[in-house]
C-alpha cells in the first residue's frame, strides 16, 4: 500500500453501483482539486484500497454483493485505513440506513440526488479533520511512546502503529475490540503498569484518564533495565498534550509551527514547554529535543 506524498491533490473514492449517475459530482470534484477514483462494488473498493490511500471515500451503502456497510467494517478493521472518513450516500426516506451507516464506522451521509456543493463542504471538514487527528496521534510515536484508547465498555477502540507493535508481544487480536488481558488492569484509574516483554524490556503503560467519547487514554512506553533516556522520559508523566508539544520539538518544529498543528497559540505552546523542561530536569529546547531522540536510539 503506497501512500501519497502531502503536495499531491487529495484523493476521493466513490463506490457506488451506478457510477454513472454521479458523473456531476465527479466532475465537480475533479474541478475542485480532488483526484477522483470510482470502484462499482465493495470488492473492487477493497482491491483499489490495496494500492493507495484516498483522503475519503464517499460509499453507497446499498450495492449488490457486498454491501456499503460491510465494506466500511473491513476498512475500519485495518488499522492502515481506519482513519480514512467514510461518508454514505443514502436515499432520502432511508432512515435504517442511515443508523447502519453510522454502525458500521461512518462519519457522516450525503442524500441522493447527491448536491455536490454539499458534498464539497463535508468532504472538506472530514477529510482536514481526519488529517489533523492522524497528525496528533501519530506525533505520539515520535517520542518512541504509543497510545491506546479503549472504550465506555471496555474494548480496544484505537491504538497507535506503536503501541499496536508492541501489543503483539501480548497476544493482541488483529483487529480493534478485544483488550489483551495484560492491560485489564490499567484501567484502573491513575494506574500505571509495568509489563515484562521478551529481551529483558518492560512495558510501561500508564493511564491518563478519560479523553474524548469517554475513552480512557493509556500511554505506552518501553523500559530497559539500565537507566537511559527512555527510563527517564517515560517517568517524566508528561500530558498527551505536552507529549505532542515535544513530538514536534523533536522534529525541529518552531512554537509557530507547533501552534498551527496543534490549533493553539505559540504562547501556549511556550508553557507547555516550561512544563516539560521542569518534568525532564532541562534547561533548553535542545536538551528536551535530544532526550525524546535519544528515546527513538
Not at 512495558?203 to 487514554?217: D, F, H, K, P, Q
Not at 517517568?235 to 523533536?250: C, G, I, K, Y
Not at 534547561?283 to 536510539?297: K, N, Y
Amino acid at each position: 500500500m503506497h501512500p501519497r506524498p502531502e503536495t499531491e491533490r487529495p484523493v476521493v473514492l466513490v463506490v457506488d453501483d451506478a457510477p454513472s449517475s454521479l458523473g456531476m459530482l465527479c466532475d465537480t470534484l475533479e474541478a475542485s482539486g480532488y483526484t477522483v477514483l470510482v470502484a462499482p462494488d465493495g470488492e473492487s473498493a477493497l482491491q483499489r484500497l490495496e494500492l493507495v490511500v484516498p483522503d475519503a471515500i464517499l460509499l453507497d451503502g446499498i450495492m449488490p454483493g457486498l454491501s456499503g456497510f460491510e465494506t466500511c467494517r473491513r476498512i475500519k478493521a485495518d488499522p492502515a485505513l481506519a482513519h480514512i472518513p467514510v461518508l454514505f450516500m443514502t436515499g432520502m426516506s432511508d432512515s435504517q440506513d442511515v443508523v447502519e451507516g453510522f454502525a458500521s464506522g461512518g462519519v457522516d451521509y450525503v442524500v441522493k440526488p447527491i448536491r455536490a456543493q454539499e458534498v464539497l463542504a463535508r468532504l472538506h471538514t472530514h477529510t482536514r479533520n481526519a488529517r489533523i487527528t492522524r497528525m496528533a496521534r501519530d506525533a505520539v510515536d515520535v517520542a518512541g511512546m504509543g497510545v491506546v484508547f479503549v472504550d465506555a465498555h471496555g474494548r480496544l477502540a484505537w491504538r497507535s502503529p506503536q503501541a499496536a507493535l508492541w501489543l503483539q508481544d501480548f497476544g493482541t487480536p488483529a483487529l480493534p475490540g478485544q483488550l489483551p488481558v495484560a492491560l485489564e488492569a490499567a484501567l484502573t484509574p491513575e494506574a500505571h503498569l509495568r509489563l515484562a516483554t521478551p529481551g529483558g524490556i518492560r512495558l510501561s503503560v500508564r493511564n491518563l484518564g478519560t479523553a474524548t467519547l469517554g475513552e480512557t487514554m493509556l500511554l505506552l512506553s518501553l523500559q530497559r533495565d539500565e537507566p537511559g533516556h527512555s527510563a527517564r522520559l517515560a517517568e517524566a508523566a508528561l500530558t498527551p498534550r505536552e507529549t505532542e508539544v515535544l513530538s514536534w520539538l523533536a522534529k525541529g518544529k518552531t512554537n509557530r509551527d507547533i501552534g498551527d498543528i496543534l490549533g493553539t497559540s505559540p504562547r501556549t505552546v511556550n508553557k507547555h514547554l516550561e512544563h516539560i523542561f521542569e518534568k525532564l530536569g532541562v534547561e533548553t529546547r535542545a536538551a528536551a529535543a535530544a532526550l525524546a531522540s535519544g528515546f527513538l536510539a
